[in-house]
């Protein structure tokens, strides 16, 4: 199966300590989004990468959030100086979009970070 | 906010159809609507999408009403492992993260 993965996939981190997550797309997909989901909610948009571009961010996306995509590939989340209201499921998802088919590609999860900050 | 609204919960036999509703009454002629859903602790899952004709795959049916205020995602034979939430979205044509939003979605209990 070649579907997004995600790592790692639990991550239990004290306060005020950093931490990077990292998502492995599908490999032919040019977009990548981050999203954020706390328990009992659905999916938070936090930001999203066309190849290696970061087109959108949310206001969610603290300062202390960055997202890479360096070659367009994989992509990595980092939170610095992490918080107790950071503590949620990070997840990624992709999609393959050139012309038309852009408009209606659906997006692929994976099956998230959950983050523990304690 | 999400431009859907859909029941929180419903409950299913085992062995009949799960008939899930959705509403999206302020949904535009571009905007598509995909069903998505969630088991716990995995990610959201693809099941489906569409733009005004009714689709199935090997996973569901999506009906959409004429009028596109409406749509109803069918699981034909529910089993356990059909237990999920189960998330409507409309979104707008381009793949913009933003346009994508999720609700809270309906809580479907196969018994």
């Known amino acids: 199966d070649t579907g997004v993965s995600q790592n790692p996939r639990h991550k239990i981190t004290k306060r005020g300590q950093n931490v990077t997550f990292r998502c492995d797309p599908i490999?032919?997909?040019?977009?990548l989004y981050w999203y954020r989901q706390t328990l009992g909610q659905g999916p938070e948009f936090l930001t999203y990468?066309?190849?290696?571009?970061?087109?959108?961010k949310s206001r969610l996306l603290s300062d202390r959030f960055s997202a890479e995509r360096p070659k367009g590939s994989f992509s990595t989340l980092e939170i610095q100086r992490t918080e107790q209201g950071d503590s949620a499921m990070y997840l990624c998802?992709?999609?393959?979009?050139?012309?038309?088919?852009?408009?209606?590609?659906?997006?692929?999860f994976g099956n998230g970070t959950r983050l523990t900050v304690t | 906010d999400a431009k859907t609204t859909q029941p929180p919960s419903m409950d299913c036999a085992e062995g009949r159809a799960a008939n899930l509703p959705c509403n999206h009454s302020t949904i535009s002629g571009n905007e598509y609507v995909y069903w998505y859903r969630q088991i716990h602790s995995q990610g959201p899952q693809y099941i489906i999408h569409g733009l005004k004709n009714n689709e199935t795959n090997e996973m569901a049916s999506l009906i959409i009403t004429e009028d596109r205020k409406s749509s109803t995602l069918i699981l034909p034979h529910a089993t356990l492992r059909d237990t999920a939430v189960y998330y409507c979205i409309v979104r707008v044509g381009d793949n913009y993260g933003q346009n994508f939003v999720f609700g809270p979605g309906t809580r479907l209990s196969v018994l």
């Open positions: 490999s032919e997909h040019n977009r």
């Open positions: 998802a992709s999609s393959l979009a050139y012309g038309k088919s852009s408009y209606n590609s659906p997006l692929h």
């Open positions: 990468f066309q190849n290696e571009a970061q087109l959108e």
